[in-house]
Nanobody, 125 residues
Framework: QVQLVESGGGLVQAGGSLRLSCAAS????????MGWFRQAPGKEREFIAA????????HSADSVKGRFTISRDNAKNTVYLQMNSLKPEDTAVYYC??????????????????WGQGTQVTVSE
């Protein structure tokens, strides 16, 4: 069973940057699509970005496009989320997720079967 562990969250000022990492255990990482989601208090879980295992293609939500970048290193069983130009509204718990699906609906959390415990990102004014 694959397990995911996020790291890299913290407190940063608006305009700053953070890089989140999500390390996966197990030998099947290269055949898993990976996604990042976030959830702020009182709000629904929100899709941030995803990267497919099948062709390495990535896409991100409009709210973070141009600021956040997802990437993966299959040799290290790790997926990253580089976050630049952070805004206070980016404050949330960030979760990485994994699943075998590689179609057009990776923005939907239902297509992921494995979730990490989350890491807090707080962006101050």
């Amino acid at each position: 069973q694959v397990q995911l562990v996020e790291s890299g969250g913290g407190l940063v000022q608006a305009g700053g940057s953070l890089r989140l990492s999500c390390a996966a255990s197990g030998r099947t990482f290269s055949t898993l699509s990976m996604g990042w989601f976030r959830q702020a208090p009182g709000k629904e879980r929100e899709f941030i970005a995803a990267i497919r295992w099948s062709d390495g293609s990535a896409h991100s939500a409009d709210s973070v496009k141009g600021r956040f970048t997802i990437s993966r290193d299959n040799a290290k069983n790790t997926v990253y989320l580089q976050m630049n130009s952070l805004k206070p509204e980016d404050t949330a718990v960030y979760y990485c997720a994994a699943g075998r699906y590689s179609g057009s609906y990776l923005h939907l959390h239902q297509y992921y079967s494995i979730w990490g415990q989350g890491t807090q990102v707080t962006v101050s004014e």
